[in-house]
């Protein structure tokens, strides 16, 4: 346990220093892919939810980005995602 805590505890400051730097949502994503490696759906909504308050709902929907999933008609495109995410990010 205390070795997830320790991973999200990383990844929540590293969101958060990113976002001060200028990085937008997808870049918040390569940036915790890059540190992380695998970035699985339950630490992406508790980073990104840990970092900056967004809920789990809007996570969630979030997740359905294809930049996870690949491109697909049920998949949020770039536009979407940074737009759903823009009120936090």
Not at 50 to 57: D, E, P, Q, R, W
Not at 79 to 88: D, G, I, S, T
């Given at each position: 346990?205390?070795?997830?805590?320790?991973?999200?505890?990383?990844?929540?400051e590293l969101l958060r220093a990113a976002k001060?730097?200028?990085?937008?949502?997808?870049?918040?994503?390569?940036?915790l892919r890059e540190r992380l490696g695998d970035l699985s759906t339950i630490m992406f909504v508790a980073s990104f939810g840990?970092?900056?308050?967004?809920?789990?709902?809007v996570l969630m929907e979030a997740h359905t980005w294809q930049g996870f999933h690949g491109p697909g008609p049920l998949h949020l495109t770039d536009?979407?995602?940074?737009?759903?995410?823009?009120?936090?990010v």
């Open positions: 346990m205390a070795a997830r805590e320790n991973h999200l505890e990383i990844a929540t001060a730097e200028g990085a937008g949502a997808i870049e918040l994503v390569e940036a840990g970092a900056f308050g967004i809920s789990v709902k536009e979407q995602f940074v737009a759903l995410l823009a009120r936090w």
